[in-house]
Nanobody, 116 residues
Framework: VQLVESGGGLVQAGGSLRLSCAASGRSGSIRAMGWYRQAPGKQRELVARIISGGGSTNYADSVKGRFTISRDNAKNMMYLQMNSLKPEDTAVYYC??????????WGQGTQVTVSS
């Protein structure tokens, strides 16, 4: 599975961005997809996840009510709509996919910078 993120950039606090992740390869074997982020000097943390099939979602407490994860299975795309952005959302955001075999795949990351 190959994952390519896009949509990062610089935005002022309170603004919005939408990240996209294009999946190719064995996309039909994907059990779950999601977004992680890593800020300088911090560990990578889960932002949001969406499960294939039922489409159930999970969010980090810090982004609940502000971020929305979605998938377009027909296009093999995943999105993260980020609203009301805060400076503490600044990080590199990574797309990931977990296959039913348990193997994880990662994108190269996209930088999101929120200025105060």
């Amino acid at each position: 599975v190959q994952l390519v993120e896009s949509g990062g950039g610089l935005v002022q606090a309170g603004g919005s961005l939408r990240l996209s992740c294009a999946a190719s390869g064995r996309s039909g074997s994907i059990r779950a997809m999601g977004w992680y982020r890593q800020a300088p000097g911090k560990q990578r943390e889960l932002v949001a996840r969406i499960i294939s099939g039922g489409g159930s979602t999970n969010y980090a407490d810090s982004v609940k009510g502000r971020f929305t994860i979605s998938r377009d299975n027909a296009k093999n795309m995943m999105y993260l709509q980020m609203n009301s952005l805060k400076p503490e959302d600044t990080a590199v955001y990574y797309c990931y996919a977990q296959l039913w075999t348990g193997v994880d795949y990662w994108g190269q990351g996209t930088q999101v910078t929120v200025s105060s």
